[in-house]
Protein backbone atom coordinates (compact mmCIF):
# COMPACT_ATOMS: atom_id res chain seq x y z
CA UNK A 1 0.00 0.00 0.00
CA UNK A 2 1.25 3.06 -1.04
CA UNK A 3 1.91 6.21 1.67
CA UNK A 4 0.00 8.84 1.25
CA UNK A 5 1.57 12.07 0.21
CA UNK A 6 0.63 14.96 2.63
CA UNK A 7 2.41 17.59 1.07
CA UNK A 8 0.36 16.95 -1.90
CA UNK A 9 -2.86 17.56 0.21
CA UNK A 10 -1.38 21.12 1.66
CA UNK A 11 -0.89 22.11 -2.14
CA UNK A 12 -4.30 21.18 -3.14
CA UNK A 13 -5.82 22.34 -0.07
CA UNK A 14 -4.31 25.89 -0.95
CA UNK A 15 -5.13 25.57 -4.48
CA UNK A 16 -8.96 25.25 -3.71
CA UNK A 17 -8.84 27.94 -0.29
CA UNK A 18 -7.01 29.97 -3.66
CA UNK A 19 -9.66 29.33 -6.17
CA UNK A 20 -12.67 30.32 -3.81
CA UNK A 21 -10.97 33.59 -2.77
CA UNK A 22 -10.33 34.43 -6.31
CA UNK A 23 -14.35 34.24 -7.22
CA UNK A 24 -14.95 36.02 -3.57
CA UNK A 25 -12.97 38.42 -4.55
CA UNK A 26 -14.19 39.41 -8.16
CA UNK A 27 -16.73 41.70 -7.07
CA UNK A 28 -14.18 44.56 -6.16
CA UNK A 29 -13.49 44.65 -10.22
CA UNK A 30 -16.51 47.09 -10.26
CA UNK A 31 -14.82 49.58 -7.81
CA UNK A 32 -13.08 52.78 -8.39
CA UNK A 33 -9.91 52.38 -9.74
CA UNK A 34 -6.94 52.96 -7.63
CA UNK A 35 -9.91 53.29 -4.24
CA UNK A 36 -8.65 51.17 -1.66
CA UNK A 37 -11.17 48.84 -1.92
CA UNK A 38 -9.53 47.99 -5.18
CA UNK A 39 -6.38 48.20 -4.07
CA UNK A 40 -7.26 45.54 -1.75
CA UNK A 41 -8.74 43.50 -4.38
CA UNK A 42 -5.70 43.80 -6.61
CA UNK A 43 -3.65 43.07 -3.92
CA UNK A 44 -5.53 39.86 -2.76
CA UNK A 45 -6.51 38.43 -6.41
CA UNK A 46 -3.22 38.68 -7.18
CA UNK A 47 -1.68 36.92 -3.82
CA UNK A 48 -4.21 33.73 -4.84
CA UNK A 49 -3.72 33.47 -9.16
CA UNK A 50 -0.93 30.22 -8.66
CA UNK A 51 -4.21 28.19 -7.86
CA UNK A 52 -5.11 27.22 -11.71
CA UNK A 53 -1.12 26.51 -12.76
CA UNK A 54 -0.90 24.34 -8.89
CA UNK A 55 -3.75 22.14 -9.46
CA UNK A 56 -2.47 21.14 -12.83
CA UNK A 57 1.29 21.12 -11.65
CA UNK A 58 -0.32 18.49 -8.71
CA UNK A 59 -2.33 16.40 -11.50
CA UNK A 60 0.73 16.12 -13.27
CA UNK A 61 2.67 15.29 -10.05
CA UNK A 62 0.31 12.06 -9.89
CA UNK A 63 -0.62 11.29 -13.33
CA UNK A 64 2.38 11.45 -15.42
CA UNK A 65 4.82 9.87 -12.99
CA UNK A 66 2.82 6.68 -13.27
CA UNK A 67 4.48 3.16 -14.97
CA UNK A 68 1.71 2.96 -17.33
CA UNK A 69 -1.93 4.14 -17.78
CA UNK A 70 -4.99 2.10 -19.32
CA UNK A 71 -6.14 4.53 -22.20
CA UNK A 72 -9.80 2.97 -21.62
CA UNK A 73 -9.80 4.74 -18.46
CA UNK A 74 -8.46 8.01 -19.19
CA UNK A 75 -11.19 8.05 -21.60
CA UNK A 76 -13.71 7.06 -19.19
CA UNK A 77 -12.29 9.99 -16.50
CA UNK A 78 -12.81 12.66 -19.55
CA UNK A 79 -16.21 11.70 -20.20
CA UNK A 80 -16.91 12.17 -16.31
CA UNK A 81 -15.51 15.40 -16.37
CA UNK A 82 -17.97 15.94 -19.80
CA UNK A 83 -20.85 14.67 -18.03
CA UNK A 84 -19.51 16.79 -14.78
CA UNK A 85 -19.53 19.81 -17.00
CA UNK A 86 -23.25 19.90 -18.56
CA UNK A 87 -24.79 19.08 -14.88
CA UNK A 88 -22.69 21.46 -13.36
CA UNK A 89 -24.09 24.34 -15.76
CA UNK A 90 -27.83 22.99 -15.68
CA UNK A 91 -27.66 23.52 -11.70
CA UNK A 92 -26.05 26.50 -11.92
CA UNK A 93 -29.02 27.66 -14.22
CA UNK A 94 -31.90 26.38 -12.11
CA UNK A 95 -30.16 27.88 -9.15
CA UNK A 96 -30.16 31.15 -10.71
CA UNK A 97 -34.15 31.00 -11.70
CA UNK A 98 -35.49 32.09 -7.97
CA UNK A 99 -33.00 35.07 -8.46
CA UNK A 100 -34.44 35.90 -11.62
CA UNK A 101 -38.12 35.61 -10.90
CA UNK A 102 -38.52 37.16 -6.93
CA UNK A 103 -35.61 39.34 -6.50
CA UNK A 104 -35.12 40.78 -10.20
CA UNK A 105 -38.88 40.25 -11.62
CA UNK A 106 -37.82 38.46 -14.95
CA UNK A 107 -39.69 35.81 -16.72
CA UNK A 108 -37.81 32.08 -16.84
CA UNK A 109 -37.87 31.08 -20.25
CA UNK A 110 -36.58 27.49 -20.81
CA UNK A 111 -36.05 28.11 -24.78
CA UNK A 112 -34.30 31.61 -24.08
CA UNK A 113 -32.44 29.64 -21.03
CA UNK A 114 -31.40 26.37 -23.63
CA UNK A 115 -30.50 28.89 -26.47
CA UNK A 116 -28.14 30.37 -24.07
CA UNK A 117 -26.29 27.35 -22.88
CA UNK A 118 -26.09 26.74 -26.47
CA UNK A 119 -24.63 29.57 -27.51
CA UNK A 120 -21.86 28.78 -25.13
CA UNK A 121 -22.61 31.26 -22.06
CA UNK A 122 -21.69 29.29 -19.35
CA UNK A 123 -20.17 29.59 -15.72
CA UNK A 124 -16.41 30.89 -16.42
CA UNK A 125 -14.72 28.96 -13.93
CA UNK A 126 -15.74 25.39 -15.80
CA UNK A 127 -13.67 26.24 -18.21
CA UNK A 128 -11.08 24.60 -15.61
CA UNK A 129 -12.98 21.32 -16.65
CA UNK A 130 -11.94 21.54 -20.33
CA UNK A 131 -8.39 22.25 -18.99
CA UNK A 132 -8.17 18.91 -16.66
CA UNK A 133 -9.45 16.78 -19.19
CA UNK A 134 -6.72 18.20 -21.72
CA UNK A 135 -4.10 17.62 -19.07
CA UNK A 136 -5.45 13.79 -18.81
CA UNK A 137 -5.99 13.39 -22.56
CA UNK A 138 -2.19 13.97 -23.07
CA UNK A 139 -1.15 11.31 -20.27
CA UNK A 140 -0.40 8.68 -22.13
CA UNK A 141 2.40 10.74 -24.46
CA UNK A 142 3.19 12.90 -20.79
CA UNK A 143 3.89 9.63 -18.84
CA UNK A 144 6.48 8.29 -21.89
CA UNK A 145 8.09 11.38 -22.33
CA UNK A 146 8.61 11.69 -18.19
CA UNK A 147 9.38 7.83 -18.06
CA UNK A 148 12.18 7.50 -20.94
CA UNK A 149 13.92 11.32 -21.06
CA UNK A 150 17.24 11.95 -20.35
CA UNK A 151 17.67 15.65 -19.22
CA UNK A 152 14.91 16.52 -22.76
CA UNK A 153 12.43 17.66 -20.24
CA UNK A 154 14.78 19.47 -18.31
CA UNK A 155 15.15 21.29 -22.22
CA UNK A 156 11.34 21.53 -22.87
CA UNK A 157 10.31 23.31 -20.01
CA UNK A 158 13.09 25.88 -20.19
CA UNK A 159 12.24 26.26 -23.63
CA UNK A 160 8.71 26.94 -22.19
CA UNK A 161 9.81 29.48 -19.40
CA UNK A 162 11.82 31.63 -22.38
CA UNK A 163 9.33 31.35 -25.19
CA UNK A 164 5.89 31.36 -23.50
CA UNK A 165 6.11 33.26 -20.08
CA UNK A 166 8.78 35.36 -21.06
CA UNK A 167 8.84 36.62 -24.75
CA UNK A 168 5.44 36.12 -25.29
CA UNK A 169 4.65 37.87 -22.23
CA UNK A 170 6.93 40.94 -23.07
CA UNK A 171 5.10 41.05 -26.45
CA UNK A 172 1.86 41.36 -25.06
CA UNK A 173 3.09 44.03 -22.57
CA UNK A 174 6.31 45.96 -23.71
CA UNK A 175 5.29 47.76 -26.82
CA UNK A 176 8.65 47.16 -28.71
CA UNK A 177 8.19 45.60 -32.21
CA UNK A 178 11.13 43.40 -32.21
CA UNK A 179 9.33 41.09 -29.48
CA UNK A 180 6.29 40.71 -32.23
CA UNK A 181 7.89 38.60 -34.30
CA UNK A 182 7.32 35.92 -31.20
CA UNK A 183 3.63 35.69 -31.57
CA UNK A 184 4.70 32.94 -34.66
CA UNK A 185 5.48 30.71 -31.51
CA UNK A 186 1.57 31.47 -29.82
CA UNK A 187 -0.35 28.02 -29.88
CA UNK A 188 -3.91 29.11 -29.24
CA UNK A 189 -5.58 26.57 -26.47
CA UNK A 190 -4.51 25.03 -23.46
CA UNK A 191 -1.04 23.84 -24.11
CA UNK A 192 0.51 25.78 -21.37
CA UNK A 193 -1.48 24.10 -18.24
CA UNK A 194 -0.12 20.33 -19.98
CA UNK A 195 3.24 21.89 -19.99
CA UNK A 196 2.61 22.98 -16.36
CA UNK A 197 1.54 18.99 -15.56
CA UNK A 198 4.94 18.22 -17.21
CA UNK A 199 6.44 20.50 -14.68
CA UNK A 200 4.48 18.95 -11.33
CA UNK A 201 5.95 15.13 -13.19
CA UNK A 202 9.52 17.00 -13.75
CA UNK A 203 9.31 18.00 -9.94
CA UNK A 204 8.63 14.58 -8.55
CA UNK A 205 10.67 12.71 -10.68
CA UNK A 206 13.60 14.59 -8.96
CA UNK A 207 12.40 15.75 -6.00
CA UNK A 208 14.94 15.45 -4.27
CA UNK A 209 16.87 18.47 -6.07
CA UNK A 210 13.55 20.39 -5.45
CA UNK A 211 13.76 19.60 -1.89
CA UNK A 212 17.44 20.77 -1.23
CA UNK A 213 16.67 24.39 -3.15
CA UNK A 214 16.93 27.01 -0.38
CA UNK A 215 13.50 27.58 1.03
CA UNK A 216 14.73 31.56 1.50
CA UNK A 217 14.58 31.52 -2.21
CA UNK A 218 11.46 29.74 -2.73
CA UNK A 219 9.72 32.61 -0.80
CA UNK A 220 11.97 34.92 -2.31
CA UNK A 221 10.84 33.79 -5.96
CA UNK A 222 7.25 33.53 -4.53
CA UNK A 223 7.14 36.92 -3.34
CA UNK A 224 9.20 38.53 -7.05
CA UNK A 225 6.07 36.52 -8.56
CA UNK A 226 3.69 37.99 -6.52
CA UNK A 227 4.85 42.13 -6.19
CA UNK A 228 5.27 41.58 -10.34
CA UNK A 229 1.90 40.73 -11.28
CA UNK A 230 0.65 43.36 -8.76
CA UNK A 231 2.99 46.20 -10.46
CA UNK A 232 2.57 45.15 -13.74
CA UNK A 233 -1.65 45.03 -13.09
CA UNK A 234 -1.22 48.35 -12.05
CA UNK A 235 0.99 49.85 -14.52
CA UNK A 236 -1.42 48.30 -17.32
CA UNK A 237 -4.47 49.99 -15.21
CA UNK A 238 -2.70 53.50 -14.81
CA UNK A 239 -1.82 53.52 -19.10
CA UNK A 240 -5.15 52.52 -19.73
CA UNK A 241 -7.20 54.41 -17.65
CA UNK A 242 -8.89 51.63 -16.40
CA UNK A 243 -8.99 48.24 -14.93
CA UNK A 244 -6.85 46.05 -16.73
CA UNK A 245 -6.51 42.73 -15.69
CA UNK A 246 -4.74 40.78 -18.75
CA UNK A 247 -1.80 40.06 -16.16
CA UNK A 248 -4.26 37.60 -14.23
CA UNK A 249 -5.52 35.24 -17.58
CA UNK A 250 -2.12 35.33 -19.21
CA UNK A 251 0.37 32.77 -19.27
CA UNK A 252 3.38 35.14 -17.56
CA UNK A 253 6.88 34.66 -15.74
CA UNK A 254 5.48 35.77 -12.77
CA UNK A 255 2.88 33.88 -11.76
CA UNK A 256 5.04 30.90 -13.25
CA UNK A 257 7.52 32.25 -10.25
CA UNK A 258 4.28 32.12 -7.88
CA UNK A 259 3.26 28.87 -8.67
CA UNK A 260 6.57 26.96 -9.02
CA UNK A 261 8.01 28.16 -5.55
CA UNK A 262 4.55 27.54 -3.79
CA UNK A 263 4.74 24.21 -5.09
CA UNK A 264 8.22 23.22 -4.01
CA UNK A 265 7.28 25.20 -0.45
CA UNK A 266 4.67 22.96 0.07
CA UNK A 267 6.79 19.68 -0.50
CA UNK A 268 9.17 21.06 1.71
CA UNK A 269 6.49 21.58 4.85
CA UNK A 270 6.87 18.71 7.56
CA UNK A 271 3.41 17.65 8.66
CA UNK A 272 3.33 15.64 11.70
CA UNK A 273 0.11 16.04 12.99
CA UNK A 274 -2.46 13.44 12.42
CA UNK A 275 -5.40 16.04 13.03
CA UNK A 276 -3.64 18.39 10.29
CA UNK A 277 -3.11 15.30 8.33
CA UNK A 278 -6.77 14.26 8.26
CA UNK A 279 -8.09 17.83 7.02
CA UNK A 280 -5.77 17.99 4.31
CA UNK A 281 -7.02 14.79 3.20
CA UNK A 282 -10.51 15.12 3.63
CA UNK A 283 -10.09 18.66 1.63
CA UNK A 284 -7.71 17.16 -1.18
CA UNK A 285 -10.51 13.92 -1.69
CA UNK A 286 -13.05 16.75 -2.01
CA UNK A 287 -11.47 19.21 -4.63
CA UNK A 288 -13.58 18.47 -7.37
CA UNK A 289 -16.81 19.27 -4.77
CA UNK A 290 -15.57 22.22 -3.47
CA UNK A 291 -15.07 23.51 -6.70
CA UNK A 292 -18.46 22.62 -7.95
CA UNK A 293 -20.62 23.63 -5.31
CA UNK A 294 -18.66 26.84 -3.89
CA UNK A 295 -20.19 28.71 -6.89
CA UNK A 296 -23.43 28.40 -5.29
CA UNK A 297 -22.56 30.27 -1.99
CA UNK A 298 -20.40 33.28 -4.27
CA UNK A 299 -24.07 33.68 -6.28
CA UNK A 300 -25.64 33.81 -3.18
CA UNK A 301 -23.52 36.88 -1.50
CA UNK A 302 -23.45 38.62 -4.63
CA UNK A 303 -27.04 38.43 -5.85
CA UNK A 304 -28.11 39.11 -2.31
CA UNK A 305 -25.28 42.50 -2.36
CA UNK A 306 -23.39 40.77 0.91
CA UNK A 307 -20.31 41.06 -1.05
CA UNK A 308 -17.17 42.24 0.85
CA UNK A 309 -17.22 45.50 -0.91
CA UNK A 310 -21.12 46.65 0.69
CA UNK A 311 -19.32 46.96 3.46
CA UNK A 312 -16.72 49.34 5.42
CA UNK A 313 -13.57 50.20 6.72
CA UNK A 314 -11.71 46.98 8.65
CA UNK A 315 -15.31 44.93 8.28
CA UNK A 316 -14.54 44.44 4.45
CA UNK A 317 -12.01 42.12 5.07
CA UNK A 318 -12.96 40.55 7.80
CA UNK A 319 -16.32 39.64 5.91
CA UNK A 320 -14.29 38.69 3.37
CA UNK A 321 -12.27 36.24 5.49
CA UNK A 322 -15.22 34.73 7.04
CA UNK A 323 -17.35 34.70 3.86
CA UNK A 324 -14.37 32.09 2.41
CA UNK A 325 -14.26 30.53 5.50
CA UNK A 326 -17.76 29.16 5.72
CA UNK A 327 -18.10 28.61 1.87
CA UNK A 328 -15.30 26.22 2.11
CA UNK A 329 -17.13 24.68 5.14
CA UNK A 330 -20.58 24.32 3.98
CA UNK A 331 -19.15 23.14 0.10
CA UNK A 332 -17.04 20.99 1.58
CA UNK A 333 -19.68 19.13 3.62
CA UNK A 334 -22.13 19.06 0.53
CA UNK A 335 -19.36 17.10 -1.12
CA UNK A 336 -18.74 14.54 1.26
CA UNK A 337 -22.83 13.96 1.50
CA UNK A 338 -23.12 13.72 -2.25
CA UNK A 339 -20.03 11.23 -2.42
CA UNK A 340 -22.03 9.21 0.40
CA UNK A 341 -25.24 9.26 -1.79
CA UNK A 342 -23.67 8.13 -4.55
CA UNK A 343 -21.34 5.50 -3.27
CA UNK A 344 -24.70 3.89 -1.62
CA UNK A 345 -26.66 3.87 -5.26
Sequence with gaps: MKQRDYNLDLIK?????????????????????????????????????????????????????????????????????????????????????????????????????????????IKPHLYFLQIISLVYLFAPLGILIVKNENKELSYLLKLWIILSMCTLFLADIVNIRFFKIFNIYILYGAYNFIIYAMLGAYIRKYKKIHLNFNTILCILGFLIGYLGVVFIMWKLSKTSGQSDYSIWDSVNIFTFLMSYSLFVLALK????????????????????????????????????????????????????????????????????????????N
Aim: with cysteine.
Design 13 to 121: TLAIIATVGIHLNACGSICQIYSKTWNFFVLFGSLLRFCVPVFCMATGYLLYTKDSIDINKILKKVLKFAIIFVLAEIVYRISYCPYMKYLYGEKIVLHNIIEDILQGN
Design 269 to 344: VKINSNKIKKILTLVSQNTLGIYLVHVLFTDFIHNMDLDYINFFGIEKILILFIDLFIILFLSLGISILAKKIFQR
